[in-house]
C-alpha cells in the first residue's frame, strides 16, 4: 500500500509563494512518479506538474510554466511544487499522485494513489 500526505497550503496574497510538499510511504522502493493536479470549486480537475523517477524529466501545464516548479528528494521520499507569484486563479485544493513506472504522464487516470489534499488560497 501506498500513502501520500501533502502539506504546505494555507493562505497567501497574490503575488506571494507557497512550497507544498507530498510526503510518499509505503511501497516506496518500486519507480513512480509524482504528479500534482488541482480542483477549483466548480472546476473540474486540473494537471498541475509532473516529475519522472530519477527527476531529470518533467513536465507542467503550459499556462503555469515559469511560475510553478517541480522537484523531489528521493532520499526523503518527498517532492515539491514551489508555486511563485500567486495569483487568485491558483486558488484549488492541491493534490499529488502517484503512477507506477520511469515515465511521467499528464493523465490523471495513470495515477493510482492520491492524497487528500492541501488548500491554496489566493488573496487579491
Known amino acids: 500500500q501506498v500513502q501520500l500526505v501533502e502539506s504546505g497550503g494555507g493562505l497567501v496574497q497574490a503575488g506571494g509563494s507557497l512550497r507544498l510538499s507530498c510526503a510518499v510511504s509505503?511501497?516506496?522502493?518500486?519507480?513512480?512518479?509524482i504528479g500534482w493536479f488541482r480542483q477549483a470549486p466548480g472546476k473540474e480537475r486540473e494537471f498541475v506538474a509532473t516529475?519522472?523517477?530519477?527527476?531529470?524529466?518533467?513536465a507542467a501545464a503550459a499556462s503555469l510554466k515559469g511560475r510553478f516548479t517541480i522537484s523531489r528528494d528521493n532520499a526523503k521520499n518527498t517532492v515539491h511544487l514551489q508555486m511563485n507569484s500567486l495569483k487568485p486563479e491558483d486558488t484549488a485544493v492541491y493534490y499529488c499522485?502517484?503512477?507506477?513506472?520511469?515515465?511521467?504522464?499528464?493523465?490523471?487516470?495513470?495515477?493510482?494513489?492520491w492524497g487528500q489534499g492541501t488548500q491554496v488560497t489566493v488573496s487579491s
Open positions: 509505503g511501497r516506496t522502493s518500486a519507480t513512480y512518479a
Open positions: 516529475i519522472n523517477w530519477r527527476g531529470d524529466r518533467t
Open positions: 499522485a502517484l503512477a507506477l513506472g520511469t515515465g511521467v504522464t499528464r493523465d490523471p487516470v495513470a495515477y493510482g494513489y
